[in-house]
Antibody, heavy 119, light 107 residues
């Protein structure tokens, strides 16, 4: 069974750094892309970017390029989403998700990580 | 970035109604469109992929159609479990995008 398990909720202050994780099981981590999706409070889904853990090929939405870093550690089957300096506007639920094929639709989702940024 | 514009933003309907949601792409995305259902506090659920293919386990009252720039999600007879928000997604381009969502509420 494919499973994506995300790290727990975070409460941070503006300017702080953060790295959240998504640990997968039930399939070969290095042969599927894995993506990140943002959902701000009461708002819609936003595609942030996607990484191929096999060779770390990464694609970002123009809206998120330079704002976050997506990475992966093959040794522990884990993908990451990272901020160097958080803003209040980064407050959101973040989902990791795995496409069924290459970089297509997401058929498996993590449970979400709620990030709250507040002074 | 390819923009996906859904309409309507909110739809009021009753159990048994036929419901249609439209998604328009700002440029040709071929058949590379998926539809998801999301309920409050839950993760999105895949309903339709490649514009018209029903995901395994999804009731047959859901269907998708379209190609190019215009796509529709149809619920043939709305059931109580179907009140939720629906999103389209294009995956034709290097950077994928979701529509802004359509909330189906009880009339």
């Amino acid at each position: 069974e494919v499973q994506l398990v995300q790290s727990g909720a975070e409460v941070k202050k503006p300017g702080e750094s953060l790295k959240i994780s998504c640990t997968v099981s039930g399939y070969s981590f290095t042969t599927y892309w894995i993506g990140w999706v943002r959902q701000m409070p009461g708002k819609g889904l936003e595609w942030m970017g996607i990484i191929y853990p096999g060779d770390s090929d990464t694609r970002y939405s123009p809206s998120f390029e330079g704002q976050v870093t997506i990475s992966a550690d093959k040794s522990i089957n884990t993908a990451y989403l990272q901020w160097s300096s958080l803003r209040a506007s980064d407050t959101a639920m973040y989902y990791c998700a795995r496409p069924r094929g290459t970089t297509d639709y997401f058929d498996s989702w993590g449970q979400g990580t709620l990030v709250t940024v507040s002074s | 970035d390819i923009q996906m514009t859904q309409s309507p933003s909110t739809l009021s309907a009753s159990v048994g109604d036929r419901v249609t949601i439209t998604c328009r792409a700002s440029q040709n995305v071929n058949d590379w469109v998926a539809w998801y259902q999301q309920k409050p506090g839950k993760t999105p659920k895949l309903l339709i992929y490649d514009a018209s293919n029903l995901e395994s386990g999804v009731p047959s009252r859901f269907s998708g159609s379209g190609s190019g720039t215009e796509f529709t999600l149809t619920i043939s007879s709305l059931q109580p479990d179907d009140f939720a928000t629906y999103y389209c997604q294009q995956y034709n381009s290097y950077s994928h995008t979701f529509g802004q969502g359509t909330k189906v509420e009880n009339k």
